[in-house]
């Protein structure tokens, strides 16, 4: 069975919900993400989404856009992500964020192929058209890869129910309009947008964008099967490119902090 399975399937046999950080590849250097990874899978993490940086992302805000910029300035290479985060083992499930065009240029086959062999379950595919994902969709579940789409406050119902039918694992629901970034509150409308797609879906509904304090993670715990914090974990990792010992204690930290608001 896929590993993201399992952990959800475990999560939910004991009532519980995922805690989810994004970290970006790379920054500062890759040396690094290797040694973040079992950091913050010890502090609290079930999965951990790794950003592959990409020069020209679709939805992330200032913070992660920066973290890409950082680690693209070090001449970082899909390869060296796939050769390094294979040597890790990691004790929970990873997940790739990647843009589809890294993904085409590789050759998707490849990518997939290459993704599962380094220590990567699935992959959260964010600029992909639901209407252009027939073929991932099914070249990801011959090999038992999960693929992830994103649905959003804007999305159309019909549209949501294409979404959720081309995804396996989960579904990353975004819980605002507009791009990644801290925010001061979770939207009203949040609540409403994932009982419609209870209605279409029995897969996992985790929620990222704007998902930062222990307040946020506490409402989400009851309506979402998980949650997912970006910005304000990348935020902690500006300052490793001087006090690596610092800022892997604040990420231990703040996932701990968060992770906590689930229980």
């Known amino acids: 069975m896929n590993p993201i399975d399992t952990c959800f399937q475990s999560l939910r ?3 519980r919900k995922a805690f989810m950080p994004f970290i970006t590849a790379g920054d500062p250097d890759i040396a690094f993400t290797r040694e973040l990874i079992p950091a913050v899978a010890e502090s609290g993490a079930n999965l951990i989404e790794v950003g592959f940086p990409f020069s020209d992302p679709i939805a992330d805000g200032p913070v992660i856009q920066a973290s890409y910029t950082r680690a693209l300035e070090k001449k970082l290479k899909l390869a060296d992500i796939f050769t390094t985060l294979g040597s ?4 929970i499930p990873l997940v790739a ?10 050759g998707v086959t490849a990518f997939i192929d290459t993704a599962k062999a380094n220590g990567f379950s699935g992959a959260v595919v964010p600029d992909l058209p639901v209407e252009e994902a027939e073929e991932l969709s099914k070249l990801a ?5 999960k693929l992830i789409l994103l649905v959003t406050p804007t999305t159309s119902p019909e549209r949501a129910a294409k979404v959720v039918k081309a995804c396996s694992g989960f579904v990353y629901v975004v819980s605002v309009v507009g791009i990644t970034g801290e925010r001061d509150k979770m939207p009203v409308g949040l609540r409403e947008l994932l009982a419609r797609l209870r209605t279409m879906t029995d897969l996992p509904l985790c929620v990222g964008f704007g998902v930062s304090r222990p307040e946020h993670v506490r409402d989400l715990k009851e309506i979402a099967d998980g949650v997912i914090v970006g910005s304000a ?5 500006e300052a490793a490119g001087t006090d690596r010992v610092a800022a892997l204690a604040d990420v231990r930290k703040l996932v701990r902090e968060l992770s906590a608001a689930l229980v």
């Open 13 to 15: 046999a004991a009532k």
């Open 88 to 91: 890790v083992k990691a004790s």
């Open 97 to 106: 964020m990647a843009s589809y065009s890294l993904m085409y240029k590789r």
């Open 141 to 145: 579940a011959d090999r038992d890869f």
């Open 233 to 237: 974990l990348v935020k902690k990792l």
